[in-house]
Nanobody, 128 residues
Framework: QVQLVESGGGLVQAGGSLRLSCVTS????????MAWFRQSPGKEREFVAC????????YYGDAVKGRFTISRDNAKNTVYLQMNSLKPEDTAVYYC?????????????????????WGQGTQVTVSS
C-alpha cells in the first residue's frame, strides 16, 4: 500500500520560512512526478509546485514563484518544499501528491486529476 506522509507544517510569522517534507512508502518515487498542492477554507485546492524526474524539471504556481522551491531526494523517497518569505495568504493545508502514471508519460504540467495518490496534509499558518 502506497502512503504519502507530510510533515514540517506549523505556525510562522510573515516573512519567515518553513520546510515541508513528504515521505513515500510502498513505491519508488523516482518514476513519478511529485507535487505540492494547498487548500484554504472555502477555496478550491490550488497547485503549488511539482518536480519531474530531477530538480531541473520544476513548475510553480504564480502565487509562489520566486519564494518556494521544490526538490526531491529519490534515495530517501522524499520530496521537499522550501517556503521562504511567507505571507498570510500562504496559510493553508499543504498536500503532497503523486501522478498516476510514470513521469515520461507527461510532456507538460499534469492536470490535478492526474495525481492519484495524496497525503493527509500538513497545516501551515502564517501570522501577520
Amino acid at each position: 500500500q502506497v502512503q504519502l506522509v507530510e510533515s514540517g507544517g506549523g505556525l510562522v510569522q510573515a516573512g519567515g520560512s518553513l520546510r515541508l517534507s513528504c515521505v513515500t512508502s510502498g513505491r519508488d518515487i523516482s518514476r513519478y512526478i511529485m507535487a505540492w498542492f494547498r487548500q484554504s477554507p472555502g477555496k478550491e485546492r490550488e497547485f503549488v509546485a511539482c518536480v519531474g524526474n530531477n530538480d531541473a524539471s520544476t513548475y510553480y504556481g504564480d502565487a509562489v514563484k520566486g519564494r518556494f522551491t521544490i526538490s526531491r531526494d529519490n534515495a530517501k523517497n522524499t520530496v521537499y518544499l522550501q517556503m521562504n518569505s511567507l505571507k498570510p495568504e500562504d496559510t493553508a493545508v499543504y498536500y503532497c501528491a503523486q501522478t498516476r502514471n510514470y513521469w515520461w508519460a507527461y510532456s507538460n504540467l499534469p492536470p490535478q486529476t492526474d495525481f492519484g495518490t495524496w497525503g493527509q496534509g500538513t497545516q501551515v499558518t502564517v501570522s501577520s
